[in-house]
């Protein structure tokens, strides 16, 4: 817990919101959740994803809860980059700057493995890749705001994983979770180092990462499936084990609008070990802490992705 932080933070702390405006990728659990909650404190919301009517499903439900609240849906795949770029130009006609953007959304272990639509490994290009070049290319609307943050979502498999700069896209061999936890280390080192060359840099930009521990969202169901192991552990399990998606989300809204959050920093739930509670300062492994190969990560993934308008 960091000073100045309050021990049983939640939505309900959320300060007023009116005139910011918010990206957030992922239109189910964490990122409807964190949507919603966005919209009732009063944000102007794009919700963005590849599925239409899914996103507007939720569009719909949030509406009805939120009454005159302002969101809508954007068509966003982060497993294709022309898409990528299609939605960060769209932003850049509509909008003369963006507040916040949350890099929530995410893939979780398929059994076999897939690629994007540009070839990567599904994982690597949704979790990290797709995001990384989704806030390059809205770098010029970031840094136009007053005070910016951009969060990034990560996981407590990060603690697991390990950069294979070999065989980044799991091409050799395709270990499902082995390639979800690289996924995610790298979410992490990319929060932590954008922070790093926002500083250097001037951007003005506060990057923070977040994860919600483990909650009850369809990401394992539509990842492993309902009957893979850790599908069964949700079904069996979840009502006492997984915390409900809308406490998962705290940790990611905390991080996105309070006044104490603070950049370079990453936050988690409070108890058993991270995997619920209230929004705290989370426990970032060493391999996460390493700045050459964060700033090794960072170059490959510009070239992979063609994303350089931080050099422009």
């Known amino acids: 817990m960091s000073e100045g932080m309050k021990r049983d933070w939640t939505a309900m702390d959320i300060p007023a919101q009116k005139g910011v405006t918010v990206v957030i990728t992922g239109t189910g659990g964490i990122g409807y959740e964190t949507a919603l909650e966005m919209t009732r404190a009063g944000a102007n919301v794009i919700m963005a994803g590849r599925n239409d009517s899914k996103g507007n ?177 949700r079904r069996l399990f979840g009502p006492f084990f997984f915390q409900p998606a809308a406490h998962g989300a705290w940790p990611s809204l905390f991080a996105a609008t309070a006044k104490e959050a603070t950049g370079g920093t990453y936050y988690g739930p409070s108890k058993l070990n991270e995997l619920r509670g209230y929004p705290s300062v989370a426990k970032i492994a060493p391999q996460a802490l390493d700045t050459k190969a964060a700033s090794r990560l960072w170059e490959e993934s510009e070239r992979l992705t063609q994303s350089r308008p931080w050099r422009e």
């Open 57 to 233: 499903d939720a569009i719909t439900k949030i509406g009805d809860l939120v009454p005159g609240g302002m969101i809508r849906f954007e068509k966003l795949d982060l497993a294709d980059l022309e898409s990528v770029t299609a939605f960060s130009e769209r932003m850049k006609s509509q909008h003369k700057s963006i507040d916040v953007l949350i890099n929530n959304a995410a893939v979780m272990s398929p059994p076999q493995r897939k690629v994007t639509k540009d070839g990567f490994e599904l994982q690597w290009g949704t979790n990290y890749l797709g995001h990384f070049a989704l806030t390059a290319q809205l770098l010029p609307l970031l840094t136009a705001a007053t005070q910016p943050r951009v969060i990034t979502l990560s996981s407590v498999a990060h603690r697991s994983g390990a950069l294979n700069f070999d065989d980044l896209q799991s091409e050799r061999q395709y270990k499902p979770m082995e390639a979800y936890a690289q996924s995610k280390l790298a979410c992490l080192m990319f929060a932590l180092e954008l922070q790093r060359r926002s500083d250097a840099a001037g951007w003005g930009i506060k990057s923070l990462a977040a994860h919600p521990g483990i909650s009850r969202t369809e990401l394992i169901p539509n990842g492993s499936g309902k009957n893979s192991p850790a599908g069964l552990v």
